[in-house]
């Protein structure tokens, strides 16, 4: 299957399409239409796997090398799931096969603490993951309820998306952008939130 074949798959939304590279990485550019789902070596396919409760699209990968790509390939077919696509050499190589890219604007947790009045935060994680605090005045939408939930938000807000780390926040904020919100990716999520001693509101 040519890139150009999937990206149409992808867009007609028969396909899944996931960035492995690290948020930081995602946020700068990626191709249009991927969630950010950062490989690593142990029990990715799992995980993966876990975040599509019961689905089995058919899936493409994208990364800086192809050894991390077929790695990641291997994970996923170890789990039952079915490749594919494969594209491995960076966002340089896609944008010269004039391939659609997204870019995500980034907001570190220093300047989302001096400015938290002039957003909306949305915080991504699970309800089990709020146990350990969230940012004041923080709305609560998992991940997997933002998409029947978004006529809720109003499009002259500006929003910041946090999650645990920056992965899951890459993905929905990049899905924003392109449904026309002005978004922002909270870099680091709350790990970074709460290693910088920010203010936390619990319970």
Known sequence: MTAEE???EVGRGVALF??????????KGHPAGTYNFPYHRRNWGRDVKRALNGQTPPI????NDTATVDAAAQSLEDEGLSVVFKFGHGLIAWEKEKLPVERVKDLTP???AKSLGDYVVIDVREAYELR????????HIPMGQ???????LE?????????ASGGRSSSVAAWMSQLGYDVSNVVGGMSLWAGKRHPMERG
């Open 146 to 152: 933002l998409q029947s939930r978004i006529n809720e």
């Open 6 to 8: 999937f990206v149409s």
């Open 155 to 163: 499009k002259d807000k500006a929003y910041a998306i946090v999650c």
């Open 110 to 112: 220093d300047e989302l």
């Open 60 to 63: 493409g990968l994208f990364g």
């Open 18 to 27: 996931l960035d492995i590279n690290p948020p930081d990485i995602y946020s």
């Open 132 to 139: 350990s605090g969230k940012i004041p005045g923080a709305l």
